[in-house]
């Protein structure tokens, strides 16, 4: 089955088809950094990580993008309450953004650009609107002009009639028609400014993805991602101002991925119900985080709750002691040889079938599905008294395998368990007792390995990690 996702531009699955060959150029809208993520900012993060690893283990060459707005209303705000700068400000959380994603298991991006690294980059777009007549000056800002362009509203499916009536929208003097955005804003006494040919100022929040995704990927893209908020303005706003300076889509496909609600109600500041991603790993492993994440589809809202995080982490559970059994018998199986046919069929069967729901628009849930079918094979495997080693092997590669694009297994999987120890050592005192030496010392070089050394007493053999 080929990869179809759903395109949020023409609401409907569509077959994917790279720009390139092998190759993926992939945008994601990333946080303005003006406070610590919290765990709805978690739920893109995490699902757009999962869609470039898959990409990834179907071979892709994937160059994922995802910025930083590290310049804007609300991070002047906010420095002026911390008595810092802008920069300083952004810094702080650019770093703690940084340090809550790799916690979450999220792959480094290609590249983070900052808007402050391309305001040269972004007055060259507004002036290209300008010239062409999408945009206009007026008093020191810049708005893009709404009406010129006859396609806007064709991701959210609206026109300027309805988006007139269904938006709320300040009165403003200075634009031509209430839908037009501001591309530039002029700088306020006291204000964090750049030099411009329309005075001092900064770029409005919509500019920016348009000027850093022609720069970093060229002037279309295969995948562009966000939230579902994201979809109206910021994305379609994003695509009158790309697509009336170069003549070309934006973006071939559209990714938005559905709320998350807590305890059966929407995050917001007024019920003051947001957790911090930092606080909430304090309390529970980030990898249950994660799987809750994965556990339904990306485009049907999740709840979050205490209930359904206990159901996560049980859930995870099962997958993480079958990998630990698994390893723990194939560092004491001894017989060797050809594994049997029925058993490398199912386990190919099982890789199909993940690959297969994946493939139909990143179906995580089904593709869990999979993942604990294998489990559930490997497990009536290690009831038998006598194991191949290279089936032990089979089912713990393909589970690694499930995870380059899940992301769900502990990151100290490999570390063993305290009673997996101290069986290795029984196993390793009965080998040396039957004179089989060769087991006795694979045994201890495994121990080892692992940064478990042993030492003998008169009391018995004592073990301890590095």
Known sequence: MTLRMYNTLTRKKEEFVPLEPGK?????????????????????????D???????????????ITNFTDVDDKMIRKAEEMAVTVPELAETFIA?????IQTLGVHEATMNPRVTDNIQEIIEFIAALVEKGYAYEARGDVYYRTTKFAEYGKLSHQNLEELQYGIRIE????????????????????????????????????????AMVRKYLGETIDIHGGGQDLTFPHHECEIAQTEAVTGHPMANYWLHNAFLNIDNEKMSKSLGNGILIRDLVKQIKPEVFRFFMLSAHYRNPLNFSDESLKQAANALERIQNANDNLKHRLATASVTGEIEAAHTER??????QFVEKMNDDFNT???????????????????????NAAALQMFLDQLQVFDQTLGILSKQADELLDEE????????????????????????????EKGIFLEDTPQGIRWRRK
């Open 171 to 210: 009165v403003d003097d200075r634009k031509e028609n209430p839908q037009d955005f501001v591309l530039w804003k002029a700088a306020k006494p006291g204000e964090i400014y750049w030099d411009s040919p329309w005075g001092q100022g900064r770029p409005g929040w919509h500019i920016e993805c348009s």
């Open 50 to 64: 999962v869609v470039r690893r898959f990409l990834e283990t179907q071979n892709y060459e994937v160059t994922y």
């Open 96 to 100: 703690a953004f940084l340090e809550d």
């Open 24 to 48: 993926v150029k992939m945008y994601v809208c990333g946080p303005t950094v003006y406070n610590y993520i919290h765990i709805g900012n978690g739920r893109p993060v995490i699902f757009f």
């Open 347 to 352: 386990v190919a069967a099982i890789a199909a």
């Open 421 to 448: 120890i101290e069986q290795l050592i029984v196993d390793r005192t009965e080998a040396r007792k039957s004179k089989n030496w060769a087991r006795a010392d694979e045994i201890r070089d495994l121990l080892t």
């Open 365 to 387: 849930p089904d593709a869990i599905t999979a993942v604990f079918d294998l489990v559930a094979e490997a497990n009536l495997y290690l009831q038998q008294e006598r194991v």
